[in-house]
């Protein structure tokens, strides 16, 4: 499976700021996704990262709120704007399809996450 | 239609017994059902998959059966020990189109020493 970093690990933010998350992975992938995960809870899908074009929100996700960029095939970014409280939850990257591997689209593999937390 | 039902919500099993994880889900259309594990502080790893061409799916001391017409899915710890206790999430995806997930909703084990 590829390995997926995320910086930072975990940040501590002010109310109306906004905070950019990165998520890197070792080879190259077809497929990233960005994740929230608020405490205790299960996961939540924000947004399908397209290299190359916008990102596929879901619903209750808007791009103003969370802008996705993804330059390429092994990196992509999730900014959380205008934060707010409801906004401390941990955040994660997934990736699936590996080039020139036999892993199947579906199996998607998850970064160690970053954790927000918004004052 | 989407929805992945998970129970029991938490779990407490006594070491060398075996944990139960049920989920069922309602759209025929899913493909894939993934099982991941999640310990505090790190991201989900993916433990065992099926699909729905087979009824079980064994991995060491992991199994998945499936139950088609039932349109349910469980994981079966076998022997637990207390290196198992973490959170584990059931999902479901489509393989054509986004392959996005549709999480269960978690289901904490504690294994008892």
């Known amino acids: 499976s590829a390995v997926i970093s995320q910086k930072p690990s975990r940040d501590i933010c002010q109310r109306g700021t906004s905070l950019t998350i990165q998520c890197q992975v070792d080879?190259?992938?077809?497929?990233m996704f960005w994740y929230r995960q608020q405490p205790g809870q299960s996961l939540t899908l924000i947004a399908t990262a397209n290299q190359g074009s916008e990102a596929t929100y879901e619903s209750g996700f808007v791009i103003d709120k969370f802008p996705i960029s993804r330059p390429n095939l092994t990196f992509s970014t999730l900014t959380v704007s205008n934060m707010s409280p409801e906004d401390s939850s941990i955040y994660l990257c997934?990736?699936?399809?590996?080039?020139?591997?036999?892993?199947?689209?579906?199996?998607?593999?998850f970064g160690p996450g970053t954790r927000l937390t918004v004052l | 239609q989407q929805q992945v039902k998970q129970s029991p919500q938490s779990l407490i099993v006594q070491k060398g017994g075996i944990s139960i994880i049920n989920c069922a889900y309602e759209n025929t259309a899913f493909d894939y059902f993934p099982w991941y594990q999640q310990f505090p502080g790190k991201g989900p790893a993916l433990l065992i998959a099926?699909?729905?061409?087979?009824s079980e799916k064994k991995e060491g001391r992991f199994t998945i059966s499936f139950n088609k017409s039932a349109k349910q899915f469980s994981l079966h710890i076998m022997d637990s020990q207390p290196g198992d206790s973490a959170t584990y999430f059931c999902?479901?995806?489509?393989?054509?189109?986004?392959?996005?997930?549709?999480f269960g909703t978690g289901t904490r084990l504690k294994v008892l020493a």
């Open positions: 099926i699909r729905p061409d087979v």
């Open positions: 999902a479901a995806s489509l393989s054509s189109g986004t392959y996005k997930y549709i």
């Open positions: 997934s990736v699936a399809g590996g080039f020139g591997t036999s892993a199947l689209l579906n199996e998607q593999f």
């Open positions: 080879s190259q992938v077809t497929m």
